[in-house]
Nanobody, 127 residues
Framework: VQLQASGGGLVQAGGSLRLSCAAS????????VGWFRQAPGKEREFVAT??????????YYADSVKGRFTISRDNAKNTAFLVMNSLRPEDTAVYYC???????????????????WGQGTLVTVSS
């Protein structure tokens, strides 16, 4: 699976952005798709993930974004989305989408569980 993330940009605090993750291949519906982010000088961290058809399409979030971010997918278009509302300066980071078809539930928040990664898209939130 090849992934292409897009939709990043500059936004003021309190604003919104929608990130997209377009995937190639015919197995997208079975993939767990996750979003991770990496701020300057920090480690990559989990943001959100959505399970594939085998996992019932359930979604999971980091506590820091719960209630503000929403992950979704459109399997017909091989695309996943991350809608980010009420953005804060601390959300500034490069956002990466990742996918894998073989992740157990207990490992969905771990970046090492994902074998396929997109190139990242920069989100900058100004105060």
């Amino acid at each position: 699976v090849q992934l292409q993330a897009s939709g990043g940009g500059l936004v003021q605090a309190g604003g919104s952005l929608r990130l997209s993750c377009a995937a190639s291949g015919r197995t997208f519906s079975r993939q767990t798709v996750g979003w991770f982010r990496q701020a300057p000088g920090k480690e990559r961290e989990f943001v959100a993930t959505i399970r594939g058809s085998g996992g019932g399409g359930r979604s999971y979030y980091a506590d820091s974004v719960k209630g503000r971010f929403t992950i979704s997918r459109d399997n017909a278009k091989n695309t996943a989305f991350l809608v980010m509302n009420s953005l804060r300066p601390e959300d500034t980071a490069v956002y990466y989408c990742a996918a894998d078809a073989s992740i157990i539930l207990s490992e969905v928040r771990q970046s090492r569980s994902y074998g396929n990664w997109g190139q990242g898209t920069l989100v900058t939130v100004s105060s």
